[in-house]
C-alpha cells in the first residue's frame, strides 16, 4: 500500500471533527486560469456542503492549490476532496487545459483546540496576502473578503429560488433542488454568505480590529499553521523588521551585543526566515548567522544516542 493510500486508510477512521484539508500544490499546473474557473470553483464550495453534510468556516482558491477549514467526519472530508478533484478535473479538461494527474492529492490536519482553529483560519486567509496576490481582505476567491467587510456584504447575487431548474442545472449539473436563499454572482459565483459557518467566526474574532490584528501581526501562529501543513512562509522586508521589533520589545538593535544579536537570530530561524533575510535584517554576516543558527549553545540542540 502507497502513501497515499495509507493516508486516506488513516482519514477514513477519524470521526466527527474540525479539520484543515489542503490539497497539493500542483507544480506543473494551474487549477484556476481564468475568472470564470475560478467563480466555478467558488460554486464547488457551496455543493461540497450541500452533497457531502461538512460545514465550511474558511476557505481560499489558489491558482494551484485549495485550503479548506471545515468540520465533518474523515469518510466526509475523503468525500469532498474526491467531488472537488473529478470537478476541477472535468472543467479544465472541458476548457482546454491538462486534467489534474492520477496522483494527485491532499493533507488533512485535525484541529484540536478553538486556539489551532483561530490560527488555521488567519492563515487560510493571509495566504494570498502571502503570496502577493492582494492586500489583506482584497481576494475574492474564498472567505477573507467576507468577514467583518462592508464591501463583502454590500455584495449581492441573483438568488437562486429565482433561477429556473435549466439555469441551475446548467450552472451546477445538478437537478437537485439547492438552498434557495444562496446567491449566485455573474462574476464572482455562489458567495459565501449563504454556506460558511459565521457564528464561530464571530466567536474567535469578537471585533474586526482583533481580527485585523491577528491577520496582520501574528506571524508565530503563522509560522505554526505552515509547519503542520508542510508550507514555507515568505515573509516581505518591512514582515521582517515587523517581527524583529516584536522580538526586541522596545530595545533598539543598535544596543544588542554580539551575543545577543545571536541570540536574536536563532529566534528569526525558527521563524523560518533564511540566513540572507536574517543577515539583511540583524546586519550581520551570513556566516556568522549560520553559525549562531547551527552551534548548539544557540540553535540546533544535538542528537542525542539512544
Known amino acids: 500500500m502507497d502513501k497515499r493510500r495509507k493516508e486516506r486508510e488513516t482519514y477514513r477512521k477519524w470521526g466527527k471533527g474540525y479539520y484543515h484539508l489542503c490539497t497539493d500544490g500542483w507544480k506543473d499546473s494551474l487549477l484556476f486560469h481564468t475568472t470564470?474557473?475560478?467563480a466555478f470553483g467558488m460554486l464547488l464550495m457551496g455543493l461540497v456542503?450541500?452533497?457531502?453534510?461538512?460545514?465550511?468556516?474558511a476557505f481560499v482558491l489558489m491558482p494551484n492549490h485549495i485550503h479548506i477549514i471545515l468540520s465533518g467526519t474523515g469518510p466526509q472530508c475523503l468525500k469532498v476532496f474526491s467531488y472537488l478533484k473529478r470537478k476541477i478535473s472535468s472543467r479544465l479538461k472541458s476548457d482546454g487545459y491538462p486534467p489534474l494527474p492520477k496522483d494527485y492529492g491532499f493533507k488533512l490536519i485535525p484541529i484540536e483546540s478553538m486556539e489551532q482553529m483561530r490560527n488555521n483560519i488567519i492563515y487560510v486567509i493571509r495566504n494570498p496576502y502571502e503570496k502577493l496576490w492582494s492586500v489583506p481582505g482584497g481576494y475574492p476567491w474564498?472567505?477573507?473578503?467576507?468577514?467583518?467587510?462592508?464591501?463583502?456584504?454590500?455584495?449581492?447575487?441573483?438568488?437562486?429560488?429565482?433561477?429556473?431548474?435549466?439555469?441551475?442545472?446548467?450552472?451546477?449539473?445538478?437537478?437537485?433542488?439547492?438552498?434557495?436563499?444562496?446567491?449566485?454572482h455573474p462574476v464572482f459565483g455562489l458567495l459565501p454568505?449563504?454556506?460558511?459557518?459565521?457564528?464561530?467566526?464571530?466567536?474567535?474574532?469578537?471585533?474586526?480590529?482583533?481580527?485585523?490584528?491577528?491577520?496582520?501581526?501574528?506571524?508565530?501562529?503563522?509560522?505554526?499553521v505552515a509547519d503542520e501543513i508542510g508550507e514555507t512562509p515568505d515573509y516581505s522586508l518591512q514582515e521582517g523588521w515587523?517581527?524583529?521589533?516584536?522580538?526586541?520589545?522596545?530595545?533598539?538593535?543598535?544596543?544588542?551585543n554580539a551575543d545577543e544579536k545571536g541570540q536574536l537570530a536563532v529566534r528569526?530561524?525558527?521563524?523560518?526566515?533564511?540566513?540572507?533575510?536574517?543577515?539583511?535584517?540583524?546586519?550581520?554576516?551570513?556566516?556568522?548567522?549560520?553559525?549562531f543558527v547551527n552551534s548548539k549553545d544557540y540553535g540546533r540542540k544535538p542528537k542525542t544516542r539512544r
Open 36 to 38: 470564470a474557473e475560478f
Open 49 to 57: 456542503t450541500f452533497f457531502t453534510g461538512v460545514t465550511i468556516y
Open 142 to 184: 474564498g472567505t477573507g473578503m467576507y468577514y467583518f467587510s462592508l464591501a463583502g456584504q454590500l455584495l449581492k447575487g441573483r438568488p437562486v429560488e429565482e433561477m429556473s431548474e435549466r439555469e441551475l442545472f446548467q450552472l451546477a449539473g445538478t437537478r437537485k433542488k439547492l438552498p434557495p436563499h444562496w446567491q449566485i
Open 193 to 224: 454568505a449563504g454556506f460558511i459557518n459565521m457564528k464561530l467566526i464571530n466567536k474567535l474574532f469578537p471585533s474586526p480590529k482583533d481580527y485585523e490584528t491577528h491577520l496582520i501581526k501574528d506571524y508565530e501562529s503563522y509560522v505554526t
Open 242 to 256: 515587523d517581527i524583529v521589533n516584536q522580538l526586541l520589545d522596545g530595545k533598539p538593535l543598535s544596543q544588542l
Open 268 to 291: 528569526l530561524n525558527q521563524f523560518k526566515m533564511t540566513p540572507i533575510q536574517i543577515s539583511q535584517l540583524l546586519g550581520m554576516p551570513e556566516y556568522l548567522v549560520k553559525q
